[in-house]
Nanobody, 123 residues
Framework: QVQLAESGGGLVQTGGSLRLSCATS????????MGWFRQAPGKERAFVAA????????YYADSVQGRFTISRDNNRNTVWLEMNTLKPEDTAVYYC????????????????WGPGTLVTVSS
């Protein structure tokens, strides 16, 4: 069982930055690829970014490529999402997720989810 807890959400102006954190439980953090998803009001949950268990490979949705950076520290059981040049369309609840494998593939679904943290970007 893996428990996830996001933090760092809040209100920011267009063009601003936020850094989301996701702390996890468990002693085998590196065994899990990790991801970030988001759900905007009235929309389905969507993939944002993922990182392999070693941290050596990262993946991004086209909409955030070049603006967001996912990273992890396996010694601290934590994954981050650095978000820059934020836009109003980035407003959403952001969810941290753990995959049941150390390698990420777009066809995989996460096995564990955090409760989410709200990011609001004002125009």
């Amino acid at each position: 069982q893996v428990q996830l807890a996001e933090s760092g959400g809040g209100l920011v102006q267009t063009g601003g930055s936020l850094r989301l954190s996701c702390a996890t439980s468990g002693r085998t953090f590196s065994a899990y690829a990790m991801g970030w998803f988001r759900q905007a009001p009235g929309k389905e949950r969507a993939f944002v970014a993922a990182i392999s268990g070693s941290g050596g490979n990262t993946y991004y949705a086209d909409s955030v490529q070049g603006r967001f950076t996912i990273s992890r520290d396996n010694n601290r059981n934590t994954v981050w999402l650095e978000m820059n040049t934020l836009k109003p369309e980035d407003t959403a609840v952001y969810y941290c997720a753990a995959y049941l494998t150390s390698n990420y593939h777009s066809g995989y679904l996460p096995g564990y989810w955090g409760p989410g943290t709200l990011v609001t970007v004002s125009s």
